[in-house]
């Protein structure tokens, strides 16, 4: 075990718990003590949902480890039964209290409630919150979605599929799955089932009556798909439809499994992507250096879109999914790189660090790392901050989500071409920071057409904008470089901001190869030279 600051994942629990409060008429007993129920924080204060999850813990405290735990436990159940009512339950351990080995599951059934009561087996210390999800969820499945169906003739009918996979606290699943329902809608394919999120216990024993399956996030539902697929002999599509080129292969293999005709959806691809990316305004992005990492579902996704319909150049993919890392890898060698598989945000800087990208995509811990290294970025996948639950429509998945994504990714690095240039232009006798505004004139403003404004008023000086340096964020990896001169500092700052970092980091090399005491304006002009051969 290792404490950090920052975590990707949590234990696998919360994953549990995603599921759990996704769901409708499904309860969750949870064997925990006082400290590990904190996280009713998660849905209603980043995820902004408006009631706690269906979650009862027994809280039990040090001095209650004297007594009988187990007790507490079966009289949490049954309080919960009786006031809830579900329709099923989930019980199971957090970390904590597994180390006091009480077996909720078999104390549950000890119990004899007329209602199915899942045990979930956890293990806190080998496996995380995605995998707990998609373990939560595997169960569910396996225990209500009955016994086997003869399904109807597809002559005469319309074709069916459930969307499995979105759920809690996910990252733009909502949207997500509008953006899908529309696109199956246009197929003329009838949506039986989405599960886990709305879903009811009773809804999971129809998941057998659809002919296939929809697997939008495999982290979640592909170990439930292939269950289903076992058990009902329903084929799945897992194709992730993030990007137009994505959102065209799901459609395709949609229509083919449904016997239907995708032409309703691919005539005239309803997205803007493909149009801007070949815009002449966009030639700026061309081979721009882009660094990604989250979820497998999102990075794998994203990084296809930016190589593929951006015109970036991936120089670091990663992810935090090591169930997926194998996928991963696969892609970040078909992009010539290595891939990245850590959980830790350390060993996430340090190959950022060492990338120097021009654009950062990856999850709310990777905004701070670029926000200290003065590297333009964008939030791509969970873990996300509330800012990154927005109360518009804002989906990633089908061609409304391309459309987002576009603005995801290149509105950052617009932002910064725009520092740049107010950079450049900061010693200006026309544009520095104390000048007035030039639409003002320089001592006058003129009066008002019909007020008795008077004719001269004396213009208060501008106040000057806070502009945060380059320099001053950059974050410095070596503590004994030698230290720059104010001149070489000033014309560094002349440096585009999407190479300073490189710029900098060589010249610094440079110097410490020379042992310079001190990087001077005719040090930086050296070390260009070098470097540039």
Not at 143 to 157: F, M, Q
Not at 253 to 258: E, F, K, R, S, Y
Not at 357 to 377: D, F, N, S, W
Request: glycine share 8%.
């Amino acid at each position: 075990m290792q404490l950090t600051v920052w975590t990707y994942e949590g234990p696998p629990h919360i994953g549990a718990m995603r599921v759990a409060t996704a769901m409708e008429g499904l309860h969750y007993v949870l064997h925990a003590p006082q400290g590990d129920t904190y996280a009713d924080l998660l849905f209603t204060m980043i995820e902004r949902r408006e009631k706690r999850p269906p979650v009862t813990y027994t809280t039990f405290q040090a001095r209650d480890l004297g007594g009988d735990t187990a007790l507490l436990f079966k009289d949490a159940v049954a309080q919960a039964h009786a006031r809830f009512r579900p329709q099923a339950m989930i019980v199971g351990a957090s970390c904590t209290a597994e180390l006091i080995q009480d077996d909720p599951g078999g104390l549950a059934k000890a119990l004899a409630l007329p209602i199915p009561v899942i045990p979930l087996e956890l293990p806190a210390y080998q496996k995380k919150e995605n995998w707990g999800a998609s373990e939560t969820f595997y169960r569910l499945v396996r225990a209500l979605s009955g016994p086997a169906v003869v399904r109807a003739p597809r002559e005469g009918r319309r074709p069916s599929c459930n969307i499995l996979g979105p759920t809690a606290l996910g990252f733009r699943h909502r949207d997500d799955l509008i953006e899908i329902r529309k696109i199956l809608e246009a197929l003329g394919i009838e949506v039986n089932v989405v599960a886990p999120l709305g879903a009811s216990p009773a809804d999971l024993g129809r998941l057998g009556a659809a002919d296939f399956n929809v697997v939008l996030y495999p982290e979640i539902a592909r170990a439930a798909a292939q269950q289903l697929e076992k058990t009902f002999r329903q084929p799945f599509i897992d194709i992730v439809p993030i990007g137009v080129g994505a959102t065209i292969r799901f459609v395709e293999a949609v229509a083919a499994l449904a016997g239907v005709d995708p032409a309703p959806v691919l005539g005239g691809v309803p997205s803007r992507l493909p149009w801007y990316s070949r815009s002449v305004d966009s030639t700026y992005l061309t081979d721009k250096r882009v660094f990604i990492f989250g979820d497998a579902t999102h990075a794998l996704g994203i990084a296809r879109v930016a190589a593929q319909e951006l015109g970036f150049r991936v120089v670091g993919l990663g992810t935090y999914s090591r169930e997926f890392a194998r996928e991963v890898r696969a892609e970040a060698a078909a992009l010539g790189i290595e891939a990245i598989i850590a959980d830790d945000y350390l060993d996430v800087e340090a190959a950022i660090q060492a990338a120097q990208p021009e654009l950062v995509l990856g999850t709310q811990m990777e905004r701070h790392v670029a926000k200290r290294l003065g590297i333009p970025c964008a939030v791509i996948s969970a873990p996300v901050h509330v800012q990154d639950f927005p109360a518009r429509h804002s989906p990633q998945m089908g061609f409304e989500g391309a459309n987002v994504l576009f603005d995801t990714l290149v509105h950052p690095l617009m932002m910064g071409l725009e520092e740049h240039l107010l950079g450049m232009f900061r010693e200006d006798p026309e544009f520095h920071d104390g000048a007035a505004p030039s639409h003002l004139g320089r001592t006058s403003v003129e009066p008002a057409a019909m007020g008795r404004v008077p004719a001269a008023l004396p213009l208060a000086p501008a106040p000057a904008p806070i502009v945060v340096e380059a320099a001053q964020v950059t974050v410095d990896p070596i503590p004994t470089t030698a230290p720059w001169s104010a001149d070489a500092e000033k014309e560094l700052r002349k440096i585009p901001f999407f190479v300073r970092g490189k710029a900098r980091a060589n010249t610094e090399r440079f110097a410490r190869e020379r042992q310079l005491p001190l990087i001077t304006l005719e040090t930086l002009y050296d070390a260009k030279a070098h470097f540039g051969r």
